[in-house]
């Protein structure tokens, strides 16, 4: 197989997790995408490059933007990871917000994520809190998928499972 790089940005650890069992199964190292360097990653064939979903933004998709110009050549495939289920409508989205331009036609790829508001900073954990106080004033009957799985997550709860990796696996090989 071509020389392939995982790279990842992960706050709280589940794009971490997703990024170590694409670098196992490939037999190939994961870099967080800070400390990636431009000449390191242009050493590879290959990308593979995930990141945690915030504010329908991905995270370190910035390395890939700013850098593509010297990596256009490469075969590329984004991964997102977040908390809310797969919904086909919501992977189109982040792929608008994120993958314009000469990105558009790079393969996306969503894996489901973690929530531990014991983990995460004052910041996010209010953020979250108003969110589920949001949905819990809603008829459960017409709730989004992302706010029946925030009340239903309660204060934490892991989504990830190593399966998810296989969309990603799948492009690679195609």
Known sequence: MDRVIVLYSSKYGATRKYARWL??????RAVETKKASLEQVREHDTII????????????????KRNYPHLREKKI??????????EEYAISALRERNLKGPLSGLPLCYCRGALDEGAMTWLDRTLCKMLKKMA????PAIYEPWERALVEAG???DWTEREQIQPILDHLRA
């Open 23 to 28: 670098a196992e199964e490939l037999e190939c």
């Open 49 to 64: 490059l995930g990141g945690g979903v915030y504010a329908s933004g991905i995270a370190g998709i910035r390395f890939l």
């Open 77 to 86: 495939i984004v991964f997102a990871v977040g908390a809310s289920p797969h």
């Open 136 to 139: 819990a004033k809603k008829d």
């Open 155 to 157: 204060p934490s709860h």
